[in-house]
Every structure is written in structure tokens, then in C-alpha cells.
């Protein structure tokens, strides 16, 4: 009986040290991967709403400037329980003849489009030149038109 006692002691000692271990480990991993936060609305807008939005939080409407920021994002979006509805980013190429911007006017360089896009389409005369993160569960980029009422992302940086 002594025995079983000294054993589960020191078996719960072990798993306890253990687990902190890694419940530890994965904060700090968090911590270190989210330099922004990010603020997701379930309002659908406009892109040009989705700015004014976002400025009147104090915040800006989120740019994507890396790999690693776009898989934070991502798993923002999946970690809210969100993906069906697409979000607006402040990706557009609304002043440029074609060429995307964010909307601190720097240079769309890194990129995580849907296969065949951007298509680029036009309807009614009115083109496709907002960056949004899909819908539909995809959660890739897509060209789309700014008109459309989707949900929104602000950022903060930390």
C-alpha cells in the first residue's frame, strides 16, 4: 500500500512538471508569433466601410506582409470559429493600374491567392481590386469587387 502511494506521488509529480512544461512552451510560442492583434468584425461592409471602421476604432484595416503574418491571421480567423463569410484586408489597387498595394502604400510582395486568382473580372464595368481572405472555409486570397458587404479585419501592432 506504502508503495502505491510513493509511486502515484511520484507519477503525478512527473506529469505535473511535465504538462506546465508544456503548457508553458506553447504560450511563449503564441506570444513570440503574434506581434499584431488582430480584431475581426462580423459586420458586413463595404470596403471603403471597413476603413472608415477601422480608423474610428483607432486601428487600421489589416495588411498581410509576410507568410508568417498570414498564418497568424488565418489562425485568428479559425480560432474566432469564423471562415464561411470572407474579410476584407486593406489590399487594393484602387490608384495603381493593377499593381495591389496595403494601405500603408506598401507593395503587395508576399502572396497567398486562391488558385486563379486574381482573375481580375469586371461586371457592369466595375472590377475586381480588393484584397479579401475568402470565404467559404477556403481562406485564401481572392480578388474581389469592393462593393461587396463582407466582414472585416483591424490591426493593432503590440
Known amino acids: 500500500m506504502q508503495q502505491s502511494l510513493v509511486f502515484l506521488i511520484y507519477f503525478f509529480s512527473v506529469v505535473s512538471i511535465f504538462s506546465h ?3 508553458q512552451r506553447t ?5 513570440k508569433r503574434k ?3 488582430y480584431h475581426l468584425y462580423t459586420s458586413r461592409v463595404n470596403w471603403t466601410e471597413a476603413v472608415k471602421q477601422c480608423e474610428s476604432k483607432g486601428m487600421e484595416l489589416v495588411s498581410i506582409l509576410s507568410k508568417e503574418e498570414n498564418d497568424n491571421l488565418i489562425g485568428s480567423i479559425k480560432e474566432a470559429g469564423q471562415g464561411k463569410i470572407g474579410f476584407w484586408t486593406s489590399g487594393n489597387r484602387l490608384e495603381t493600374n493593377g499593381t495591389f498595394y496595403w494601405f500603408n502604400r506598401s507593395q503587395v510582395t508576399f502572396t497567398d491567392w486562391e488558385t486563379g486568382k486574381p482573375d481580375n473580372r469586371v461586371i457592369d464595368g466595375e472590377e475586381e481590386e480588393c484584397i479579401e481572405v475568402k470565404g467559404f472555409g477556403v481562406l485564401k486570397w481572392n480578388d474581389n469587387f469592393c462593393s461587396h458587404s463582407l466582414y472585416y479585419i483591424c490591426e493593432t501592432n503590440n
Open 21 to 23: 512544461d508544456v503548457v
Open 35 to 37: 506581434p499584431k492583434d
Open 27 to 31: 504560450a511563449n510560442y503564441r506570444m
